[in-house]
């Protein structure tokens, strides 16, 4: 599975940490930023967006908080940004609505954003009736 994976300076470092852990698991696509020096979240957000969709992979991208990258994620056409909070509400992110794309803050526990990765990455859409008539609602 290919991995898009991106940040803006504030959400830099732990993109990094995500990348390292990933690293041997997945393909990693990184699109920037690539350093901590100051960028704007929009930007990167829409290229995860952007090639998560064009590519049918999943996506991760971290800023600050995540909540502005999630904004702008969902602006993409065919994207589906989740920013959970918990390890059910990332599971459910992909079990009910099918997220492709996961938003992440650097102010976020560390050990539970890298347990929402690996559960994101890991849980399939149930494919339910009611979801994919939601999905369809959302487009």
């Known amino acids: 599975m290919k991995i898009i994976i991106g940040s803006d ?6 993109k990094q940490e995500i990348k390292k852990m ?12 690539y350093s901590e020096e ?7 957000a829409k290229k995860v967006a952007k090639k998560t969709v064009s590519s049918g992979s999943k996506g991760i991208m971290v800023c600050k908080t995540g909540i502005g990258s999630c ?18 509400s990332a599971r ?12 992440l803050g650097q102010v976020m526990d560390k050990k539970l954003a890298k347990k929402m990765v690996n559960i994101f990455l890991k ?16 487009e």
């Open 123 to 138: 849980t399939k859409f149930s494919e339910g009736a009611r979801h994919k008539r939601r999905i369809k609602e959302l």
């Open 9 to 14: 300076h504030a959400g830099f470092r732990l």
């Open 71 to 88: 904004m702008a994620v969902n602006k993409v056409k065919g994207a589906r940004g989740a920013l959970p909070y918990s390890e059910k």
């Open 92 to 103: 459910l992110s992909r079990e009910h609505n099918n997220a492709n794309v996961l938003c």
């Open 22 to 33: 990933l690293l041997n698991k997945y393909q990693i696509e990184d699109v920037g930023a």
């Open 38 to 44: 100051s960028s704007d979240y929009p930007i990167f």
